[in-house]
């Protein structure tokens, strides 16, 4: 029995999966209260599918990049369960929950979450035997910016406000994804733990970190 947590951004995400199937799934947008939302709301998931604390085998979480705040307390909470039970952790880089539940498409994929001030992490994805795949690393990047990287069509994906969704909407360089293919659900997570668990090396907990995005003068240095 595995639980996996998304604290990535506003968007939250629990789910609950046995190996074979999503037994419980929740999303929701959380208006930054993450620290006073998410055990409780992990508490009542565990009541509704039936499973105690000390039946989950595995953990996975959401490993960045992210608000500060959010990946905090996710991976808080996740290592806090993992430590006390001994069970495996298993970190999954936010954009690539979202890139699981993406058909094959022509075109490039390119995948935004919310960077903070008006700026996007973006990461580009190209197809391959394993599905998609990123390419480098996510930027932070107004949309300004983001914008004038497009030297070719591509379909963009992921948390696109109303008003950036009207702005895009006349750009023929950007195919938008519908809203609801836009959601991290937590229940690709767990699939993809899942999949890393089966490869049969245990991730240790107490080694896993957040990943944050860093300016460019940062990464320079």
């Known amino acids: 029995m595995l639980l996996a947590l998304d604290t990535a951004t506003k968007t939250v995400g629990i789910a609950v999966h046995d190996g074979t199937q999503v037994l419980g799934e929740c999303v929701w947008r959380s ?3 993450h ?6 709301e992990v508490a009542m998931m565990l009541r509704r599918v039936g499973v105690e604390a000390a039946a989950l085998s595995a953990l996975a979480v959401s490993l960045g990049p992210g608000s500060f705040n959010g990946l905090r307390i996710g991976m808080a909470l996740a290592k ?3 430590l006390a039970h001994n069970l495996p952790l298993v970190g999954i880089p936010t ?3 979202l ?11 390119v995948i935004v979450i919310e960077a903070g001030r008006g700026r996007v992490a973006a990461l580009w994805y190209k197809w391959g035997r394993a599905g998609w795949k990123g390419v480098g690393q996510p930027e932070r990047l107004t949309w300004d910016e983001l914008l004038a990287r497009l030297d ?4 963009l994906c992921g948390e696109i406000d109303p008003e950036q969704r009207r702005a895009l909407a006349g750009d023929r360089r950007v195919a938008l994804a519908p809203p609801a293919e836009c959601i991290r659900r937590p229940g690709f997570l767990a699939e993809m733990a899942w999949e890393r668990l089966k490869g049969g090396k245990r991730p240790d907990a107490a080694t896993l ?10 990464a320079a240095r």
């Open 31 to 33: 208006q930054g209260h």
């Open 35 to 40: 620290s006073r939302e998410l055990a409780p």
């Open 95 to 97: 954009h690539d929950i």
């Open 99 to 109: 890139a699981r539940n993406q058909p094959r498409r022509e075109t490039a994929l």
């Open 80 to 82: 806090g369960i993992a």
């Open 152 to 155: 070719r069509p591509v379909y």
């Open 209 to 218: 970190a957040p990943m944050y995005l860093r300016t460019r003068d940062e």
